[in-house]
């Protein structure tokens, strides 16, 4: 293929002896690589920094286990919003009865209702959390592992500063699983709540939302350090670290979901009916259900947030350790 000059002679051997038309082609392709290699030297520096990785790489895991997972968090939304229309003594529904009902009148992917404002949660919210786990961890603990407590505050900070840029989002995906709004999209739903109830909706059930979901990570990453540090020496140095530290996930998952329940079950209960605050929903719950109330939807949810987070941990720490950091 001829380079621009070649071609250029040609065109003036060929009679054309005007050269102004091509002096400012030139000119143009000029600007146009000095514009491509600032940009590329711009996009170089951002990702060569540490807390923009670790939000990519936090994007990508929250993304794997929300597309898998996504099912278990409408099954235990559905259960949640049931005990509001459900008359006290009145037959158990369990998640069984509440999956066949979704395949039977929404289809299979009715199961995956929800998964657009999941991923516009998700995808900027996980990468927040991670990114700003590891900021906090490289500022005050570069040159230690944090202890059990404070790994609690680490895991806590994080997910408080994920847990309030990504509310609204949240509050829209929880209308879309409970089955009672007909949203088209997330910008309409979006639209549509500030529109009729006020963008104050938007932050609706935050109170029960931070009481949920710091503890979870608090909880979470000081049992899951833990276990990680308590690990023979020859397993965390092997080839079945990934499924070592899954393990420990699955583990430290279970027992942060169901110390956390109850704020969950209060938290849709809010965000479903923004009239709600946090105080009148737990006086609701325990007067028309009892304390069993507050365990309803335990095991999907359990499932739901011990495998994503265990997988997140799993996926952000082999995609870290590739990018030569340590997590």
């Given amino acids: 293929m001829c380079s621009l000059n070649t071609f250029k002679n040609c065109h003036i051997e060929g009679g054309c002896a005007d050269t102004s038309e091509w002096t400012a082609a030139e000119r143009q392709i000029d600007k146009g690589r000095e514009r491509f ?54 037959g158990r529904v369990g998640m069984m009865t509440v999956l066949r009902s979704v395949v039977r009148t929404e289809r299979l992917l009715g199961l995956w209702k929800g998964v657009s404002p999941s991923f516009a949660r998700t995808i900027p919210g996980v990468g927040i959390y991670f990114s700003t786990y590891y900021s906090l961890k490289q500022h005050f603990f570069q040159d230690g592992s944090p202890g059990a407590m404070e790994a609690v505050l680490l895991g806590g900070g994080a997910r408080t500063v994920a847990g309030v840029f990504m ?4 509050v829209i995906k929880t209308r879309f699983e409970c089955g009672r709004y007909s949203y088209g999209s997330v910008t309409g739903a979006l639209r549509s709540v500030c529109r009729t109830e006020g963008p104050a909706a938007l932050f609706s059930g935050l109170m029960a939302t931070l009481l949920r979901d710091v503890p979870f990570s608090g909880i979470y990453v000081m049992f899951y350090s833990q276990t990680k540090a308590s690990l023979p020496k020859e397993i965390s140095t092997s080839a079945s670290t990934p499924l070592a530290n899954f393990s420990c ?28 605050r946090t105080a009148e929903a737990i ?33 952000y720490e082999q995609m870290m350790a590739r990018f030569g950091l340590k997590s």
């Fill in 37 to 90: 290699c600032v940009w590329k030297e711009t996009m170089e520096l951002s990702l060569a920094h540490p807390a923009i990785k670790a939000f990519m790489c936090g994007s990508v895991s929250g993304t794997c286990s929300t597309l898998l997972f996504q099912p278990l968090d409408l099954i235990k939304t559905r259960l949640q919003t049931l005990q509001s229309s459900m008359q006290p003594g009145s």
């Fill in 283 to 315: 006086r609701y719950i325990y007067m028309e259900h009892g304390l069993q109330g507050f365990f309803r939807a335990a095991v999907p949810r359990a499932l739901r947030r011990t495998m994503i987070a265990a997988m997140a941990w799993t996926v």
């Fill in 167 to 170: 509310l609204p989002v949240t």
């Fill in 249 to 276: 996930g699955v583990l430290s998952g279970i027992v942060a979901s169901l110390i956390t329940q109850p704020a969950d079950v209060v938290k849709t209960h809010v965000q479903v009916n923004p009239q709600l």
